[in-house]
């Protein structure tokens, strides 16, 4: 079946430092991948997305690059601000089932 | 333009009783989904709509759970004889045939006592 695995948290990072969710699938077919975010208080939002192998997506800062061959979906950014602090969640759809699966989600909190 | 909205935002429910929670998707989306989320895990896939008709509804839990959508707008997930397994946040997501990508409302919070 498919499923996504993610780095679990919490993680905690003073501002300014560099960011890594890892994140890794199993999927039948040739899924799309997702980075959704969901800051206090409010929904899940879409931060990026990729739709085929080697295709990097980015967005406020934010990169991840698909990997066919480690099956892998890495969420980085370079230099974390407070304002960063979130629940991150990776997803993935198959093409021709249009449901979301998603991991369980890192909790990120970035200290001034 | 407004995005999806959900109601009730809380909804607290006695073991045993029905329950409704409402979802408004954004206007013309043509799409829409219902997820559910236990505290600490991502959310779950319940049921998939396209236009009036269920295109996917495999992950419903049990029979106690339905949802409609009569007019290809709003959807109303139905939930019989509550557990307090149900205690979650409901979220509903829609998408425009155009782009692949769902919008998420807020979410309703149940909590069965």
């Known amino acids: 079946g498919n499923s996504v695995t993610q780095m679990e948290g919490p993680v905690t990072l003073s501002e300014e430092a560099f960011l890594t969710i890892n994140c890794t699938y199993t999927?039948?077919?040739?899924?799309?991948l997702f980075w959704y975010v969901q800051y206090p208080g409010e929904g899940l939002q879409l931060l990026l997305k990729a739709t085929k192998a080697d295709d990097k997506g980015s967005n406020k800062g934010f990169e991840a690059t698909y990997r066919k061959e480690t099956t892998s979906f890495h969420l980085e950014k370079g230099s974390v601000q407070v304002s960063d602090s979130a629940v991150y969640f990776c997803a993935l759809s198959v093409s021709g089932s249009e449901k979301l699966v998603f991991g369980k989600g890192t909790k990120l909190t970035v200290n001034p | 333009g407004a995005g999806v909205s959900q109601t009730p935002s809380n909804k607290v429910t006695e073991k045993g009783k029905y329950v409704e929670l409402r979802c408004d998707p954004i206007?013309?989306?043509?799409?829409l989904y219902w997820y559910r989320q236990s505290l600490g895990q991502g959310p779950e896939f319940l049921i998939y709509?396209?236009?009036?008709?269920?295109?996917?509804d495999s992950g419903l839990p049990n029979d106690r759970f339905f949802a409609v959508r009569p007019e290809g707008s709003v959807s109303t997930l139905k939930i019989q004889r509550t557990e307090r397994g149900d205690s979650a946040v409901y979220l509903c997501a829609t998408t425009s045939r155009e782009k692949n990508e769902q919008y998420f409302g807020p979410g309703t919070r149940l909590t069965v006592t």
């Open positions: 999927a039948t077919g040739y899924p799309s």
């Open positions: 709509f396209q236009g009036t008709g269920a295109a996917d």
């Open positions: 206007s013309g989306h043509t799409a």
